[in-house]
């Protein structure tokens, strides 16, 4: 059997996670057989686009400014998808079914924006294979920063240490044990995290380089807008500038995303990112050290490390 909730069109809008958590709400409920749904599916055309990202980089952010055009329906890391990444696909589903149902927008005129759980990226081929005129928006920030991000926060540190032995095996899936020195502390951990979930990137966009964009978050952050307006383009579509342009003076970007009743901006994030730079700059020196020690080491090593 699966479990369905029923979700209006502002339900959609505010969630940040279609998974688990959506069960703990009191929106009505269902179930069906995985035959039923598979069925459904079979209706259901795959025609989504996707956000990959690397994690705590604001992708979070970036779906919900890009939700506010009318042209787009968000979907916010779909449960169904971490099944698929972490080899347990639901029953009966095939990739194409599975992205057909992600598909379904709320207006005719909609197409879907599919926001991933950033080990997703895993699958960031398959799934641009699986819906041939799909084109992804990829979100990163630098290593350095993506260090700092990580040890700013006890939640984000937990998390890291969490996946970091399932990044290990993927990296050196994607670029030979050999190449991967086994990290030695948390630092070197963090950074491999970065080089696992950043080449998965770097391998996509190296195979579907017309239909994918990059978007580096801090540079979003100094200049909003044609920053956000090149990521519309790498979507292949064009924003409707004044929505756009209220998106960007609005609320969205004085919260915290995935938790919009926390306030959280640019000024914040940049404080938070200084003190930890601060005080983890040992931590953050081995970080940077682990990935010049990798950096000669395999073709998409070097080619992720220039981003």
Not at 15 to 36: H, I, N, V, W, Y
Not at 101 to 106: F, Y
Not at 138 to 149: G, I, N, S
């Amino acid at each position: 059997m699966v479990r369905l909730v029923r979700l209006e069109e502002a339900g959609y809008r505010s969630a940040s996670f279609l998974d688990q958590r959506l069960f703990q709400t009191d929106k009505p409920r269902g179930r069906c057989t995985a035959a039923e749904l598979s069925n459904a599916a079979a209706h259901c055309p795959p025609s989504a686009c996707y956000i990959f990202h690397i994690g705590h980089v604001g992708s979070t952010l970036i779906s919900r400014l890009i939700g506010e055009d009318p042209g787009w329906f968000c979907v916010r890391e779909p449960a169904l998808l971490r099944q698929a990444a972490t080899g347990q696909p639901p029953t009966h589903l095939t990739v194409s079914a599975l992205i057909g149902l992600l598909s379904r927008t709320w207006h005719a005129e909609q197409r879907a924006l599919i926001k991933a759980t950033s080990f997703v990226s895993e699958l960031a081929e398959t799934l641009l294979a699986s819906t041939p005129d799909s084109r992804a928006l990829l979100v990163f920030t630098a290593a350095q920063t993506y260090l700092r991000a990580i040890l700013a926060g006890s939640n984000s540190r937990a998390e890291s240490q969490a996946l970091a032995p399932s990044r290990l095996e993927r990296l050196r899936r994607r670029v030979g044990a050999v190449n991967v020195r086994t990290p030695a502390c948390e630092g070197e951990s963090i950074a491999m995290s970065w080089l696992c979930e950043a080449s998965a990137l770097r391998q996509a966009a190296d195979k579907y380089p017309t239909r994918v964009g990059w978007l580096d978050f801090e540079r979003f952050l100094l200049d909003p807008l044609p920053v956000l307006s090149a990521g519309f383009a790498a979507l292949g579509a064009r924003p409707h500038a004044p929505t756009l342009a209220s998106a960007l003076s609005g609320p969205l970007m004085h919260q915290y995303s995935k938790a919009p009743e926390h306030a959280y901006d640019r000024e914040l994030r940049h404080q938070v990112l200084a003190h930890a730079g601060q005080e983890h700059v040992r931590e953050i020196q081995r970080g940077m050290a682990w990935l010049a020690e990798s950096a000669g080491r395999h073709p998409l090593i070097e080619r992720t490390l220039a981003l």
